[in-house]
């Protein structure tokens, strides 16, 4: 017995010796900053914003024809507001509502950089529109704040980098490597048209970019549970997207005599059998690199775990939502209340973890469901696209761009659990990156796609300053 708790202390000695050891040896990976100087924005950036806001880009579905007035009136608005822009780089129309701006650069043997944003945006639910501290797209500037649907999502981006820009053409500055930028009118329902169509463009061209540039990172400010300092998160990779339609077909019958299985107790079982069973939860990149950043900015003993996955990775994985998610969306079935249905429908949505594709969820659902409903994928689909390094220059100057801008931030690479339009660029680009300065918390973070989208004119000033500069660090 003696040997036996011998045993069990020494093991127990050489664990916490491991587990500190570890500890240890995870160091700040955060670059120095080096101060860059303040550019005088006027305030003027907030009239061509709340302008900008105005005009109704609103993507309903994938099948729904783009409102031409509104798209055409906001391409003459970019045209009136950013005159040296238009002078002085040319501007190509794709697919009839998407823009691709070029900004040639004087050393052909450079690669491009590619700067995304999109101008469609989402619609607003009617019943809501009393909640809201002004009219959605009334563009109402108040002393804090720009109101709006778009000044998060995504006009915010868009009309910030058009306004560096034409800051940086009014000092007559060159750069040195050609620029795009590059705005699908799509985004919010996929974007197979607009950044889609784009990327065809530049790919037939020839284009090999060394940076893409997207929305869907950001600072985050009070989110990160044991960090005080805001986290800029730099998204390096996203999920897919793929949603299935679960049908089951019966005979029906009168409600007064139920068969043993019925058409939406099928169904049901078919829901929460997918619920119960979900894909595993797995440590990938960029997950790692998440891990490596922001584990030394953490207390200690959150340090522990984030320096030991081997030991922590459930409860680390399962916090930072490293699997492909389960969440049904819409379900139909039923006519009147004493007829069992002869058909009943739901819709389940996956996130898709990189690593895994839309075939291998398909296989998974129709490996747990029954064999009397039927699996078919509906809509939009995409799986992930390739995951960004962590180590490239680009990444570097990114890093470096933010850590300068904002030495307060701790620079975490990270996975973006929602799509955007940069996906469509991973071929034509070395890396491609999922980061604007705009600054969230909890409250903000509800205002996406929600009630009240709005952006604090501090915030908005930021974003300018940030891509003056970074377009600046890359030429």
């Known amino acids: 017995m003696k040997k036996i708790l011998l045993g069990l202390l020494v093991a127990l000695v050489l664990l916490v010796a491991i587990l500190l050891f570890n500890t240890l040896r995870m160091t700040s990976k955060q670059v120095d900053a080096d101060p860059l100087p303040q550019v005088a924005i006027s305030d003027q950036v907030y009239e061509n914003l709340s302008k900008a806001i105005q005009f109704k880009t609103i993507s309903f579905n994938e099948d729904a024809i783009p409102d031409s007035a509104e798209f055409f009136g906001f391409h003459r608005f970019l045209e009136e507001t950013f005159p040296l822009i238009h002078q002085n780089l040319s501007l190509e129309k794709i697919n009839t509502y998407s823009l691709l701006y070029k900004w040639q650069g004087s050393d052909a043997s450079l690669k491009p950089i590619i700067l995304m944003s999109h101008q469609d945006v989402v ?105 005080s300092a805001p986290v800029a998160m730099i998204n390096l990779g996203e999920k897919g997207f793929a949603s299935f339609r679960l049908i089951v077909r019966t005979n029906g019958g009168h409600s007064s005599a139920p068969p043993k299985e019925n058409t939406i107790g099928i169904l049901a079982k078919a829901i929460v059998d997918l619920e119960n069973n979900q894909l595993p939860y797995k440590l990938i990149p960029p997950i790692d690199s998440q891990l490596e950043y922001l584990g030394p900015e953490l207390p200690f003993m959150t340090r522990v775990a984030f320096a030991n996955p081997w030991l922590f990775k459930k409860q680390l994985l399962e916090g930072l939502n490293a699997h492909t998610t389960t969440a049904p969306t819409i379900i139909d079935g039923g006519v009147k209340n004493n007829v069992i249905p002869t058909i009943a429908e739901a819709t389940i949505n996956f996130r898709i973890l990189p690593g895994e594709t839309i075939e291998s969820v398909q296989a998974h659902i129709e490996s747990i469901v029954s064999d009397k409903v039927q699996v078919e994928p509906v809509g939009f689909l995409t799986n992930p696209p390739a995951v960004s390094r962590a180590d490239s220059e680009s990444y570097k100057i990114l890093e470096k761009t933010i850590r300068s801008m904002f030495p307060e931030t701790v620079v975490v690479p990270g996975l973006l659990g929602g799509a955007t339009d940069s996906r469509y660029f991973i071929d034509i680009s070395e890396d491609v990156y999922r980061f604007y300065p705009v600054r969230l918390d909890p409250k903000s973070m509800e205002r996406f796609h929600g009630i009240d989208e709005k952006i604090s004119k501090e915030n908005y000033k930021e974003i300018i300053q940030f891509s003056y500069h970074l377009i600046k660090n890359f030429n």
């Open 123 to 227: 619609p607003v639910d009617e019943p809501t529109l009393e909640q809201w501290e002004a009219g959605p797209f009334e563009g109402k500037i108040t002393d804090t704040h720009i109101i709006g649907r778009g000044t998060l999502d995504d006009k915010n981006t868009l009309i910030a980098v058009m306004e560096a820009i034409e800051m940086l053409l009014k000092e007559n500055f060159q750069p040195t490597r050609t620029i795009y930028i590059a705005s699908g009118h799509d985004e919010e329902v996929g974007g197979p048209k607009g950044a889609g169509k784009i990327a065809e463009y530049l790919k037939a061209q020839g284009v090999q970019a060394a940076m893409t540039i997207d929305e869907g990172g950001y600072i985050a400010e009070g989110m990160v549970p044991g960090v």
